[in-house]
């Protein structure tokens, strides 16, 4: 018999995974598969260890959840009754943010590649934005000049769990670089703005504090440039998410109090030896609040052998979870009912869209399985769900939260006929 480490909210239980007091079985028994099931109570747990461990160094700090990690309304509701912030990067996560009870006042937009309509909507609803070039902020003034203003900054320093997610550096297409930020705040303060933030976001999935620094350090320099060149103040120097969550066995949490000794403190230490007053640290976190706070579990189809390699067939693929696909991303996978079983075996986990590369897993050592098993894909609450597709015209999952030792359904499973929502048969064929 096997005892495995797991990390809360999972449990073993006679050889069951419960996730967060509940059998997953049951669950999906009850829900049918794939689900998605999340936890109200790590998602609250997740939000106050992040909280208190920045709050610790500097006690004016905003938390800003990146609402495409995850936009479940429940999720939004949740982080909103913890006192949480919303960065927002589209009209719908806006829509959503607003439908959830965010007031203008809690919500950021920091998008690329933003269409004139989109600014107008914005700016019509008073979303504070972020930009991201200076094209962006020449069309916004001309639609009207906001009360307050923030510049997106590539700091010149990236990191991240794949190229496709790092956000700054000489590669990426986010920010503007030191010199332009200068000249876009001196054209936003002639334009009459009054007030300003300044922002950057360097990647996800990071693991170390030293990117951090490195880059907190360039920002920090570069708004005391602006303070000084162009004389004007920041309500709030915002430093982005990219806390990064252990996924495969190797990795090691990031470290929560050096992240706060290391940047937070450096942070406040510089804004008061730069002049800059005492404006709000903003941070902004996706994965960190939501990734472990969900699990998909998917049943097992078929088992196949082939001169080559031994399949797992799931019922989850990357129409339902496209990380392990689109980044190569590794998911811990669980046989949830089989916990005590020892790993055997060895197969790939392909799921049911017909694509060669439609893999949960490859290579992974798992206990014998069997057609019927259940498999549980940990970490799957961040870029999951919000990532999910219709492709191969398959309805996306359900969801389900575990809140008060219930559980309840937060999202429907789609049915048949969400696949010809907004189609129209035009004409003789
Ligand atoms: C501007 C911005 N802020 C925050 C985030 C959140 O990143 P993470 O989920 O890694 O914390 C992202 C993610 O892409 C982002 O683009």
Redesign the pocket.
């Given at each position: 018999m096997v005892k495995r480490k797991l990390r809360e909210p999972l449990e073993d239980r006679k050889g069951t995974l419960y996730f967060d007091g509940i059998s997953t079985t049951e669950l999906a028994k009850t829900y049918d598969t794939p689900l998605y099931v999340l936890s109200e109570k790590r998602i609250r747990d997740n939000y106050n260890r992040l909280y208190s461990a920045i709050v610790n160094n500097y006690k004016y700090v905003r938390i800003?959840y990146?609402a495409?990690?995850n936009t479940n309304l429940n999720v939004l509701r949740i982080l909103h009754s913890q006192g949480a912030y919303l960065?927002t990067?589209s009209p719908g996560e806006v829509f959503l943010a607003l439908s959830a009870g965010f007031t203008p006042d809690r919500i950021l937009f920091?998008g690329t590649s933003v269409r004139n309509d989109e600014l107008k909507m914005l700016s019509n609803a008073n979303i504070t934005i972020?930009v991201d070039s200076q094209s962006e902020m020449d069309r916004l003034l001309k639609i009207s000049v906001p009360q307050i203003l923030s510049v997106?900054v590539n700091p010149e320093v990236g990191a991240?769990h794949h190229s496709h997610?790092i956000?700054a550096g000489p590669e990426s297409k986010?920010g503007l670089w030191e010199e332009e930020v200068i000249q876009a705040y001196a054209i936003a303060q002639r334009a009459r703005v009054e007030r300003f933030g300044i922002?950057m976001?360097i990647?996800?999935?990071?693991l170390e504090v030293e990117p951090y620094v490195l880059a907190v350090e360039k920002l920090l320099s570069i708004a005391k440039r602006v303070h000084e060149e162009v004389g004007i103040n920041f309500e709030f120097i915002d430093i982005?998410?990219?806390?990064?969550v252990p996924y495969k066995p190797e990795d090691k949490d990031l470290d929560l109090a050096e992240f706060s000794s290391k940047v937070v403190s450096m942070f406040k230490n510089k804004v008061k030896e730069y002049g800059l007053g005492k404006p709000y640290l903003f941070v902004?976190?996706?994965?960190?609040l939501v990734c472990d706070a969900s699990i998909l579990l998917t049943a097992v189809n078929s088992v196949k052998v082939t001169p080559g390699r031994k399949f797992v067939g799931v019922d989850a693929g990357f129409n339902t979870l496209v990380r392990p696909t689109m980044y190569g991303s590794y998911h811990p996978i669980l046989v949830a009912n089989k916990l005590t079983a020892a790993d055997k075996e060895t197969y790939d986990v392909a799921g049911p869209v017909c694509e060669s590369g439609d893999l949960l897993a490859k290579e992974r050592k798992l206990p014998e399985i069997a057609e019927g098993d259940l498999l549980a894909v940990l970490n799957a609450g961040?870029?999951g769900f919000s990532m999910s597709s219709q492709y191969n015209s398959r309805p996306r999952a359900a969801e389900v939260m575990i809140r008060g030792g219930k559980a309840v359904i937060v999202r429907e499973r789609e049915q048949l006929k969400d696949l010809v929502t907004n189609q129209k048969i035009q004409g003789e064929s």
């Amino acid at each position: 018999m096997v005892k495995r480490k797991l990390r809360e909210p999972l449990e073993d239980r006679k050889g069951t995974l419960y996730f967060d007091g509940i059998s997953t079985t049951e669950l999906a028994k009850t829900y049918d598969t794939p689900l998605y099931v999340l936890s109200e109570k790590r998602i609250r747990d997740n939000y106050n260890r992040l909280y208190s461990a920045i709050v610790n160094n500097y006690k004016y700090v905003r938390i800003y959840y990146a609402a495409k990690a995850n936009t479940n309304l429940n999720v939004l509701r949740i982080l909103h009754s913890q006192g949480a912030y919303l960065d927002t990067v589209s009209p719908g996560e806006v829509f959503l943010a607003l439908s959830a009870g965010f007031t203008p006042d809690r919500i950021l937009f920091t998008g690329t590649s933003v269409r004139n309509d989109e600014l107008k909507m914005l700016s019509n609803a008073n979303i504070t934005i972020n930009v991201d070039s200076q094209s962006e902020m020449d069309r916004l003034l001309k639609i009207s000049v906001p009360q307050i203003l923030s510049v997106r900054v590539n700091p010149e320093v990236g990191a991240g769990h794949h190229s496709h997610c790092i956000t700054a550096g000489p590669e990426s297409k986010f920010g503007l670089w030191e010199e332009e930020v200068i000249q876009a705040y001196a054209i936003a303060q002639r334009a009459r703005v009054e007030r300003f933030g300044i922002h950057m976001h360097i990647g996800s999935g990071i693991l170390e504090v030293e990117p951090y620094v490195l880059a907190v350090e360039k920002l920090l320099s570069i708004a005391k440039r602006v303070h000084e060149e162009v004389g004007i103040n920041f309500e709030f120097i915002d430093i982005g998410g990219g806390f990064g969550v252990p996924y495969k066995p190797e990795d090691k949490d990031l470290d929560l109090a050096e992240f706060s000794s290391k940047v937070v403190s450096m942070f406040k230490n510089k804004v008061k030896e730069y002049g800059l007053g005492k404006p709000y640290l903003f941070v902004e976190p996706g994965r960190y609040l939501v990734c472990d706070a969900s699990i998909l579990l998917t049943a097992v189809n078929s088992v196949k052998v082939t001169p080559g390699r031994k399949f797992v067939g799931v019922d989850a693929g990357f129409n339902t979870l496209v990380r392990p696909t689109m980044y190569g991303s590794y998911h811990p996978i669980l046989v949830a009912n089989k916990l005590t079983a020892a790993d055997k075996e060895t197969y790939d986990v392909a799921g049911p869209v017909c694509e060669s590369g439609d893999l949960l897993a490859k290579e992974r050592k798992l206990p014998e399985i069997a057609e019927g098993d259940l498999l549980a894909v940990l970490n799957a609450g961040a870029y999951g769900f919000s990532m999910s597709s219709q492709y191969n015209s398959r309805p996306r999952a359900a969801e389900v939260m575990i809140r008060g030792g219930k559980a309840v359904i937060v999202r429907e499973r789609e049915q048949l006929k969400d696949l010809v929502t907004n189609q129209k048969i035009q004409g003789e064929s």
